[in-house]
């Protein structure tokens, strides 16, 4: 977690900085204290998923852009062997999200993959206008969607919905994994 706290430290203070904001005002956009946005760029926290979706829209940038790493020329990732990925785990329920790639600045689309366990369903706010979200799930079972309307999603299902509209993310089985892709137009 510190390589990605260094990587989100400096991505944050990067597009702050870029979008001529103060710390003050960035914390005010994004709804949370300034004091969590000092330790951020400090590299002494370790943010949820929540807190860094809020921070990226009010930069207006995806939520890759702050925790992606480098593009190397070949990158596997094994399900089995995750500890050198950085995962973010939410704040709110048993889910984490690991960024396997970021969209390149010609594409708008990130790749993650979901863990989750049963428990408190992971609710997501609307990203920015434009965003589509497609879930693949690869095991267990998961309600997915809209609040007022879930899917329910086995190994192998796929469902595309609005990102830039509230969802739900709800493992039903322990051990539930699924690959996620949100596209922005």
């Known amino acids: 977690m510190a390589d990605l706290r260094t990587r989100i430290a400096h991505a ?22 300034k004091a969590t946005v000092s330790q951020l760029e400090g590299g002494a926290a370790n943010p949820s998923v929540e807190t860094l ?19 190397e020329e070949s990158r596997l990732v ?4 995750l500890a050198g990925v950085p995962q973010v785990p939410s704040s709110d329920a048993p889910y984490s999200a ?18 989750a366990e049963p ?13 589509t979200e497609h879930v693949v799930l690869v095991a267990g079972s998961a309600l997915v969607g809209t609040p007022d309307a879930p899917e329910r999603l086995s190994p192998g299902d796929y469902l595309s919905y609005r ?23």
Request: glycine content about 8%; charged content about 25%; overall charge negative.
């Open 12 to 33: 944050l203070r990067r597009e702050r900085e870029a979008a001529g904001l103060s710390v003050s005002e960035l914390a005010r956009r994004a709804g949370v204290s």
């Open 53 to 71: 979706w809020a921070l990226g829209d009010a930069l207006s940038i995806p939520f890759a852009d702050l925790v992606d790493q480098p593009v």
């Open 78 to 81: 094994r399900i089995t062997d």
């Open 98 to 115: 690991t960024l396997l790639s970021a969209s390149p600045p010609s594409a708008r689309r990130d790749l993650y993959l979901i863990q």
């Open 119 to 131: 428990g408190e369903p992971r609710r997501s706010l609307p990203h920015r206008g434009g965003t």
């Open 163 to 185: 990102g830039d509209a509230p969802h739900v993310f709800e493992a039903l089985e322990p051990g539930t994994v699924a690959v996620l892709v949100s596209e922005q137009r």
